[in-house]
């Protein structure tokens, strides 16, 4: 099995997949940091600070039982990253990271790759690709463990650490790949030995060079080639159509995310004619600032449409009814419930006053409450009847109504309080000052004009 494709040193696998639109997006948040042999990066239970996309070290994911035995769970390289369980969606880790190959990675803050893996995009699907590939590792490795030989454990976890690297040499003592293997050292001298002395591998303390890495996957078992084609396969997957409904940029880097889309789509230019080198630079990042800008407008306008549709459903589809009046009364628009409640058709476009369905006795309460309302730009409530349509009788309502930011429309919200008996003995307006009044103060001194009822009561 030939070697497999790394990135060249520097880079991490996923980020290098990576289309050059998100990775100008998470550019801003990466942080290269140096990370030195034995540097502990999360301890059982810890919460997790960062996520670490390694480059050019190797960190082992080790569990360590109460009586300070320690075996090792899978390793991380330049193919992932540390800090699967907040890609799983947990905060805190139940292993230890501990860096067995010292060297550089990258590194940004949980609460940002948060979002970034909330966005559903092309990062959460190569984080989720190379989870599955982990727990390939995972599983082979207790298989490993329990079935094969010391031999072909150490080849196959030789051949792993490579794979994390760009050449063939591996710093690390046999004392640390024994805790690694959860066997003794003095298992894996002897190996080490055979394996020097057969010339696949020079070995002197804390360095192990592979001069014939064909040979060594010659003796080494299954599991190894099980791990390395789960990772080429999952890493070859055609990327899924993955909606971005969120735009999350900042406007004070968008030129820095330009410039670093830039540099990826297409290569410098040579240092000759600077001038024009120059200028041809500022115009081709402008344009794509401008692209930028237009995506970013049309991520923000289909999140402001999609709003628009859900509240929309929301108003219309609402059991209470609702109106809005123009200054004359004239209904401009209402919901459902109140089309129901009318009796009318939402598909007839000729306009309706809405006075034209209150009964004649209750008229005057209805427009000076109308008036308070658009007077007053203030909530205002009344009691009134509507007169009776084909689909039901006359309806006794609560209305309660606030003017917009202009004062030329009153919104309202109709509430059905019940079918109630008109007192066939007093008058009919003497009935509607009785039990159907204005509620506030200046809705009793709108309207002089109108003819009130004899007296009216502050509702409460």
Known sequence: MSAPSTPSTGQNRILAALPAADYARLADDLERVTLPLGHILYQPGDALGFVYFPTSCIVSLVFTTEDGSSAELAMTGCDGLVGIPLVLG?????????????????RVRAEVMAWELDQHGN??????????????????????????????????????????LPGNQLDMTQELIASMLGVRREAVTEVAGKLQAAGLLHYRRGHITVTDRTALEARTCECYRVVRTEYERLYHLAPA??????????????????????????????????????????LQVHQIELEMNNEE????????????????????????????????GVIVQFNLAGAILLGIQRSQTRPYRFAAFVEPDYLPVFNRFHEAVLQGRCRERCKLRLTATSQRGAKAVSIEAVADESGQECRMVVIDSGTEKRDKQAPPRQAAACHHQVSTDHAAHAAPHTTAPPARQRSS
């Open 90 to 106: 947990g905060k805190a880790t139940t292993h230890k990271a501990v860096v067995q190959s010292a060297g550089t990675a990258y």
């Open 123 to 164: 990062l959460l699907r190569l984080c989720l690709c190379y989870t599955q590939a982990l727990m390939t590792q995972m599983a082979q490795s207790v298989v490993c463990n329990r079935h094969h030989t010391v031999d072909q454990q150490l080849c196959r976890w030789l051949l792993l650490s490579l794979d994390q």
């Open 241 to 282: 159509s993955l909606r971005w409904d969120r735009a999350r940029p900042n406007p004070a880097t968008l030129r820095k995310r330009a410039e670093t889309r830039l540099q990826q789509d297409r290569p410098p230019l040579p240092d000759t004619q600077w001038e024009s080198t120059r200028l041809l630079h500022e």
């Open 297 to 328: 407008l049309r991520h923000a306008y289909d999140e402001a449409d999609t709003l628009r549709r859900k509240y929309a459903d929301i108003y219309d589809f609402a059991p209470l009814a609702y109106f809005t009046l123009d200054a004359q």
